[in-house]
């Protein structure tokens, strides 16, 4: 206690020297890593010159951010860390790694579960719920005059007597249908469930016996000409979409047994600390903050930040904007996939070989690539006097204009960050620092040399950060996904396709 005190005090006594020039040690350097330094001078003059950065203090934090990546990248090559052993692989590459293991436990506990039998299929095709359907639509605009689709209903009238006369329908659908979706297919619509569609395209459609074509239907998007083909022409496809169809319908089930058994609760705090959270992801990973538990385990803010830099930007804005009914939805998904990587764990799932071999190999040209871009290639530094000399500061020097070109979007470079994943096998590799005093004074100095009439912004709850010369954000809430990842159920027609 006598020691806590003693520290608070020193810190209390304007006094106190050693921290005084602790202190002012790191008041000119906004970032370090790896042995080097972004210094106060160094990132105002870079930002005052690039005018499509508007001055605020979150997105100067994650100016600073890019270049300790970059910088990290640099000295990994500087190093001669390849960056290619299999724990850096796997660990950088966790999205990919998450999605194979999440398709490979799918595999097992429901598509291996279906079977659909040749008598099935013979029996569906025959039963009322579905239809598997072709159609060729002539499109006609609302509000058109009665003369116009009286001329419409006689082009589709026409179609319909070349079928009866021989044409063959899925080549006629590719050379005159409206839909340019199933025109491609040869006017294919696939299986179609009963309430997908349009009232009067239903009726048509359940009044067909295998191979008639109807009359031509009106639908509020103009004149339809459809085709029930024979079972015999379209057996395998049905049968292999039946059995998509019970899959889909046996993954609700699933996801519905997962929510009854888990007791998952989201706690009422969480919606307003994922916004927090979402404004840095990089403070929040180190949070245990509890957002959701669950029967044998709990989501933490650390997670869901974790598993949040595997989606893109647009995403995570959306999210720092959605309302707490749809936070609370995200947050149940969120934690529902970190259930199905532990049950993965659980039943020893893993990647196979074939897995390995095709995210390295994607993972070494993501590589090789970024290390070209940033100029700090290998076989370029073999060929540099002045990085055979010393290979960290050679590496530095190159890392530090490729950062200030992209930062005032130089037509040169093509702006990238490094893989957030892979950022953070760096991170836990090599030293690093950001230090917010630094932040705060090159925005002050950059917010000088702009002049007046650029005074720094405030943040916003739930503002972008736009990457340094990217597209400004849309932001519409995110859609929860309450299926395993990747596993989406099978899309249906919506009304207007037809």
């Given at each position: 206690?006598?020691?806590?005190?003693?520290?608070?005090?020193?810190?209390?006594?304007?006094?106190?020297?050693?921290?005084?020039?602790?202190?002012?040690?790191?008041?000119?350097?906004?970032?370090?890593?790896?042995?080097?330094?972004?210094?106060?001078?160094?990132?105002?003059?870079?930002?005052?010159?690039?005018?499509?950065?508007?001055?605020?203090?979150?997105?100067?934090?994650?100016?600073?951010?890019?270049?300790?990546?970059?910088?990290?990248?640099?000295?990994?090559?500087?190093?001669?860390?390849?960056?290619?052993?299999?724990?850096?692989?796997?660990?950088?590459?966790?999205?990919?790694?998450?999605?194979?293991?999440?398709?490979?436990?799918?595999?097992?506990?429901?598509?291996?579960?279906?079977?659909?039998?040749?008598?099935?299929?013979?029996?569906?095709?025959?039963?009322g719920?579905v239809?598997?359907?072709?159609?060729?639509?002539?499109?006609?605009?609302?509000?058109?005059?009665?003369?116009?689709?009286?001329a419409?209903?006689?082009?589709?009238?026409?179609?319909?007597?070349?079928?009866?006369?021989?044409?063959?329908?899925?080549?006629?659908?590719?050379?005159?249908?409206?839909?340019?979706?199933?025109?491609?297919?040869?006017?294919?619509?696939?299986?179609?469930?009963?309430?997908?569609?349009?009232?009067?395209?239903?009726?048509?459609?359940?009044?067909?016996?295998?191979?008639?074509y109807?009359?031509?239907?009106?639908?509020?998007?103009?004149?339809?000409?459809?085709?029930?083909?024979?079972?015999?022409?379209?057996?395998?496809?049905?049968?292999?979409?039946?059995?998509?169809?019970?899959?889909?319908?046996?993954?609700?089930?699933?996801?519905?047994?997962?929510?009854?058994?888990?007791?998952?609760?989201?706690?009422?705090?969480?919606?307003?600390?994922?916004?927090?959270?979402?404004?840095?992801?990089r403070?929040?990973?180190?949070?245990?903050?509890?957002?959701?538990?669950?029967?044998?385990?709990?989501?933490?803010?650390?997670?869901?930040?974790?598993?949040?830099?595997?989606?893109n930007?647009?995403?995570?804005?959306?999210?720092?904007?959605?309302?707490?009914?749809t936070?609370?939805?995200?947050?149940?998904?969120?934690?529902?996939?970190?259930?199905?990587?532990?049950?993965?764990?659980?039943?020893?799932?893993?990647?196979?070989?074939?897995?390995?071999?095709?995210?390295?190999?994607?993972?070494?040209?993501?590589?090789?690539?970024?290390?070209?871009?940033?100029?700090?290639?290998?076989?370029?530094?073999?060929?540099?006097?002045?990085?055979?000399r010393?290979?960290?500061?050679?590496?530095?020097?190159?890392?530090?204009?490729?950062?200030?070109?992209?930062?005032?979007?130089?037509?040169?470079?093509?702006?990238?960050?490094?893989?957030?994943?892979?950022?953070?096998?760096?991170?836990?590799?090599?030293?690093?620092?950001?230090?917010?005093?630094?932040?705060?004074?090159?925005?002050?100095?950059?917010?000088?040399?702009?002049?007046?009439?650029?005074?720094?912004?405030?943040?916003?709850?739930?503002?972008?950060?736009?990457?340094?010369?990217?597209?400004?954000?849309?932001?519409?809430?995110?859609?929860?996904?309450p299926?395993?990842?990747?596993?989406?159920?099978?899309?249906?027609?919506?009304?207007?396709?037809t």
């Amino acid at each position: 206690m006598v020691r806590r005190f003693a520290v608070l005090a020193c810190f209390a006594l304007a006094g106190c020297s050693g921290v005084r020039d602790a202190l002012s040690a790191h008041q000119d350097v906004v970032a370090r890593a790896a042995g080097q330094q972004l210094t106060v001078n160094q990132l105002a003059a870079t930002i005052a010159t690039a005018k499509n950065i508007p001055l605020r203090r979150d997105i100067v934090d994650r100016v600073a951010d890019l270049w300790v990546n970059y910088q990290l990248l640099g000295q990994a090559v500087a190093s001669g860390d390849s960056l290619l052993d299999s724990v850096t692989v796997f660990a950088a590459n966790w999205p990919q790694v998450s999605q194979r293991l999440a398709d490979h436990l799918h595999e097992a506990m429901i598509v291996k579960k279906v079977h659909v039998t040749a008598s099935q299929a013979d029996s569906a095709f025959n039963a009322g719920d579905v239809r598997w359907l072709s159609h060729i639509l002539v499109t006609v605009q609302q509000g058109s005059s009665a003369e116009v689709k009286a001329a419409k209903r006689r082009e589709a009238e026409g179609y319909l007597a070349q079928l009866r006369h021989g044409a063959v329908f899925a080549k006629l659908a590719q050379q005159k249908s409206n839909d340019p979706e199933s025109a491609r297919n040869g006017g294919s619509l696939g299986l179609v469930l009963r309430g997908q569609m349009v009232k009067p395209f239903e009726a048509a459609a359940w009044g067909l016996k295998p191979g008639e074509y109807s009359a031509v239907v009106e639908s509020p998007y103009g004149y339809h000409v459809i085709w029930r083909p024979p079972f015999d022409q379209v057996r395998d496809s049905f049968t292999a979409r039946l059995h998509d169809l019970a899959v889909m319908r046996l993954d609700s089930v699933f996801i519905d047994s997962l929510n009854k058994h888990a007791d998952l609760k989201v706690k009422g705090s969480a919606p307003a600390a994922v916004r927090a959270a979402v404004q840095n992801l990089r403070e929040a990973k180190q949070s245990s903050r509890v957002l959701a538990t669950y029967a044998g385990g709990k989501l933490t803010e650390g997670d869901l930040a974790r598993w949040m830099q595997a989606f893109n930007p647009q995403t995570i804005v959306m999210v720092g904007q959605a309302a707490d009914s749809t936070l609370e939805l995200f947050i149940k998904s969120i934690a529902r996939n970190a259930m199905l990587m532990h049950s993965a764990e659980v039943q020893h799932i893993g990647l196979t070989a074939a897995d390995q071999d095709e995210i390295r190999t994607a993972y070494r040209s993501d590589l090789a690539s970024m290390m070209r871009r940033m100029g700090v290639a290998p076989e370029s530094l073999a060929v540099d006097t002045a990085a055979r000399r010393n290979r960290p500061e050679a590496v530095a020097r190159r890392v530090q204009g490729f950062f200030e070109d992209i930062v005032v979007s130089s037509p040169r470079h093509v702006f990238f960050d490094v893989q957030p994943f892979l950022a953070d096998v760096l991170r836990g590799r090599y030293a690093w620092s950001i230090s917010p005093l630094g932040v705060d004074r090159a925005l002050a100095k950059a917010t000088q040399v702009r002049g007046p009439a650029a005074q720094p912004t405030p943040s916003r709850p739930g503002a972008s950060t736009p990457a340094p010369g990217g597209p400004p954000m849309s932001a519409q809430p995110p859609a929860p996904s309450p299926v395993p990842p990747g596993k989406s159920p099978a899309p249906s027609r919506p009304k207007p396709r037809t």
